[in-house]
């Protein structure tokens, strides 16, 4: 369970799992989780290779049921899911400006004119992850470094109240891990709740909260330093 320096009023929480469990293969790959996620609130999902990160945050998205539990979303929540960096978008004949105009498609629907709301959205999350001078330059033209950014720019301009990002810093340079880690706060400061997958806590920065995964089971975490946004503050996680 996810307790926090702050006053229960003071958090909204987005997604609830209570005691969830999933089996697929005749393997658990989560085992009795019970896990809050709040607005204003960074929450890093650390563990080894195979310890149930990948598939805590498909429950989270609402991509895969779990096999017993519960998880409650707070209804009309939008979803901003981010995956792990590859190289499939370098194949993508689109630029870093119309991928991240994709991520107004729910508020418009598909290929239907931006309006000027939607037009500065975009820009503004094209700016926040650093990629203003490349918003016109294909994709395959771009590192796999900035490509990742440019995916959580879509994420972003999507105005997403849940934003989901497995493993956002793999394979990154120093400045594209200084530009997510930034862009992370940025959401967060806005009013989503991020849940980021990492093997390495400290590439993510200062994050509030901690769910340490072994083995399918959350197990004890230090608390978070605090970031000072004014909502939330250093925070454990416990099974």
């Not at 989503?192 to 769910?211: K, P, S």
């Not at 608390?223 to 909502?231: E, K, V, Y």
Request: aromatic share 2%.
């Amino acid at each position: 369970m996810l307790s926090s320096t702050a006053s229960p009023a003071a958090r909204h929480t987005v997604v609830s799992l209570r005691d969830v469990s999933v089996a697929y293969d005749g393997h658990l790959g989560l085992r009795g989780v019970d896990l809050d996620v709040a607005r204003h609130e960074i929450l890093a999902v650390v563990g080894a290779n195979g310890s149930g990160k990948s598939t805590l945050v498909a429950v989270a998205a609402g991509l895969l049921t779990p096999t017993s539990g519960t998880v409650h979303r707070s209804p009309g929540i939008r979803v901003g899911l981010v995956p792990q960096t590859s190289n499939d978008g370098a194949r993508l004949p689109l630029t870093v400006a119309d991928l991240v105009a994709m991520g107004r498609w729910r508020a418009r629907g598909p290929f239907r004119p931006l309006r000027r709301v939607d037009r500065e959205l975009i820009a503004e999350a094209i700016e926040t992850v650093g990629l203003t001078a490349l918003a016109r330059r294909p994709l395959g033209l771009l590192s796999g470094g900035q490509r990742q950014r440019a995916h959580i720019a879509q994420a972003l301009a999507q105005e997403a109240d849940l934003l989901l990002l497995d493993e956002p810093m793999s394979g990154l340079d120093s400045a594209s891990r200084e530009a997510v880690a930034s862009a992370l706060a940025v959401a967060a400061r806005g009013g989503a709740a991020v849940v980021a997958v990492t093997h390495d806590l400290a590439e993510l920065g200062e994050v509030d909260a901690v769910c340490r995964l072994i083995d399918g089971r959350v197990v004890d975490s230090s608390p978070a330093a605090p970031r000072g946004r004014g909502h939330g503050g250093a925070a454990t996680v416990r099974a």
